[in-house]
Nanobody, 115 residues
Framework: QVQLVESGGGLVQAGGSLRLSCAVS????????MRWYRQAPGKQREYVAR???????HHAESVKGRFTISRDNAKNTLYLGMNSLKPEDTAVYYC?????????WGQGTQVTVSS
């Protein structure tokens, strides 16, 4: 079992920045990768970024150059740094831990970007 708790969301003006955190606990050794997703109202959940157990990162084209996924193994925490935020980044952001045979989700944190 893996438990994930996101924090750091909020209301920010366009062009602003936020950093989301995801505290990870439980069977951390079983995690092969961690990812951030987001879901805007009325839309499907959308992939944002991932980081492998080896530290290799990948970002969706829609956020590349603006968002950065990272982690602090000592603190068992996953981060998503978000700069140059746009109104279309408004969504609930979820962290996800990939294990075999299942994956785990946090409860989400709301990010709202005003124009």
């Amino acid at each position: 079992q893996v438990q994930l708790v996101e924090s750091g969301g909020g209301l920010v003006q366009a062009g602003g920045s936020l950093r989301l955190s995801c505290a990870v606990s439980g069977s951390i050794f079983s995690i092969s990768a961690m990812r951030w997703y987001r879901q805007a109202p009325g839309k499907q959940r959308e992939y944002v970024a991932r980081i492998s157990s080896g530290g290799i990162t990948h970002h969706a084209e829609s956020v590349k150059g603006r968002f950065t996924i990272s982690r602090d193994n000592a603190k068992n925490t996953l981060y998503l740094g978000m700069n140059s935020l746009k109104p279309e980044d408004t969504a609930v952001y979820y962290c996800n831990a990939l294990t075999i045979p299942t994956d785990y989700w946090g409860q989400g944190t709301q990010v709202t970007v005003s124009s």
